[in-house]
């Protein structure tokens, strides 16, 4: 069972209250997808009886049920009491909390910009270099973790202050399998393929994108995943880390470059249903719509996990529409690349309870609780895939697991001025006919402005 093993001695000690059993979604010892041992293992070595903490994350709703259904594992396993809650204005709140001296124990943020501005003001607790040494030894792409969880403290020396839990993945293209099949085309391999691809699918009479990137106010953000997603691509992804620091100007020619292989797709009458002055005006929610038209109005879209969401009513994945990896391009060496986002936890006060809290997220069962539920995505190498709740969760954490790098949303880790800004609205222009160095030009004066 290499681990995925029945209830040990301590699991049968914590179920001798059956009150506390009942609470947990899965009875522990029971569902052999789940490594069980490693709940075992954490509850020996934590007794923690009588302590709480709170715990303050983006989660609302359904979402708000599914965290706490692990977090009841968690306190089964410790005994400590445990407090979640949000609020609609979440990033606000954590600010004036942690300024105000009234922090929560756990803060679980998805915005790595809010986070480095935290950790500046002295407001996090580092999380010391043996977490840092197990993500790298434990997550895919390890190192590219730590990174997205290291900032510089008020001293200015950078240190370990978030730890990624729930991860979602942006470098997917979907399509509707049917049509393939019936037109002949293979799922690409490399880049070279599903440029090979698109310009096969022109010559036989069709066209090979749907693209969209109206949004009402927040109009051209599809693009900046699109550029994201090309600039791992074509460049070491030191280069997307200097761009999105502005260390590298978007007047560069890697960020120009990538922006025109986006253009590459975008920008080509045949290549985009509607011709490409549909891009800037077609609603990305509308725009997977040409998958599912007969005859198909398009072959693929680019989007990230979320969009099967504005897919037909009925739609089955797997079945009715797919995905695979936006693929690397084979001659460039680059590895597997992977662009996504997440929420990373970490501590705001210091104590016995939240350092547990951190040690729980490091066992598989933190994780297979809500992998077998909805939504949940992990780089965690330890964890069974098959605890994933559907195929079309369990074939996007494959895709993490195969990573060689990851990197968080560029637009997200920008001052908001440029990446829910100027990036958008420069996109939208060079969508429309505006030179890649001349959009380039005016998102850098931008930014070179702020002060």
């Not at 051209?220 to 590298?248: F, K």
């Not at 990446?419 to 070179?448: L, N, P, R």
Request: charged fraction near 20%; include cysteine; aromatic fraction near 12%.
């Amino acid at each position: 069972m290499n681990g995925y093993l029945c209830a040990g001695a301590a699991t049968l000690a914590l179920l001798a209250g059956a009150a506390a059993a009942q609470e947990l979604k899965f009875a522990p010892g029971e569902d052999v997808r789940f490594n069980w041992a490693s709940y075992d293992g954490f509850a020996e070595a934590y007794n923690l009886d009588g302590q709480s903490i709170t715990i303050f994350g983006p989660w609302r709703g359904e979402d708000q049920v599914l965290v706490e259904s692990v977090l009841a594992y968690f306190t089964a396993a410790t005994g400590v009491t445990v407090s979640y809650s949000s609020s609609e204005n979440y990033e606000q709140q954590i600010v004036i909390d942690t300024q105000a001296g009234s922090p929560p124990d756990i803060a679980i943020l998805p915005q790595p910009g809010l986070i480095g501005d935290l950790a500046a003001k002295g407001l996090l607790v580092p999380l010391g270099d043996d977490t840092g040494a197990w993500l790298r030894d434990n997550y895919a792409a390890g190192e590219s973790w730590v990174g997205l969880g290291t900032y510089a403290g008020a001293d200015g020396a950078k240190a370990l202050y978030a730890f990624p839990y729930k991860i979602d993945v942006k470098s997917l293209v979907w399509y509707v399998p049917e049509n393939f099949e019936d037109a002949g085309y293979e799922v690409p391999g490399t880049m070279e393929d599903l440029r090979a691809l698109t310009e096969e699918i022109v010559a036989d009479g069709g066209t090979p994108w749907c693209i969209g990137l109206g949004s009402g106010g927040a109009t051209g953000w599809p693009a900046t995943d699109w550029v994201e997603d090309m600039l791992l691509r074509t460049a070491p992804p030191d280069v997307y880390d200097r761009w999105v620091t502005n260390d590298l100007p978007f007047t560069d020619p890697a960020i120009t470059g990538a922006i025109k292989e986006f253009g590459w797709f975008a920008r080509n009458n045949a290549f985009v249903d509607g011709g490409a002055a549909a891009v800037a005006t077609t609603d990305f929610r509308d725009s997977p719509k040409g998958l599912f038209a007969s005859p198909p109005k398009c072959y693929m879209h680019h989007q990230a996990s979320f969009i099967p969401s504005f897919f037909p009513e009925g739609t089955e994945l797997g079945r009715d529409a797919d995905f695979f990896y936006m693929p690397a391009y084979a001659g460039k060496d680059l590895g597997k690349p992977v662009l996504g986002a997440g929420t990373l936890a970490m501590i705001t006060r210091d104590g016995e309870a939240a350092r547990a809290f951190i040690a729980f997220l490091k066992t598989p069962i933190a994780h297979e609780i809500w992998m077998a539920q909805s939504g949940f995505l992990t780089p965690f190498k330890a964890v069974n895939p098959e605890a994933y709740a559907n195929a079309a969760l369990k074939k996007q954490g494959e895709i993490l697991l195969n990573a060689t790098t990851f990197r968080f949303d560029g637009s997200d880790l920008m001052p908001g001025k440029i990446g829910a800004g100027a990036f958008w609205t420069g996109m939208v222009d060079y969508a429309g006919g505006k030179s890649a160095e001349d959009v380039a030009a005016e998102i850098q004066a931008e930014w070179d402005a702020i002060k």
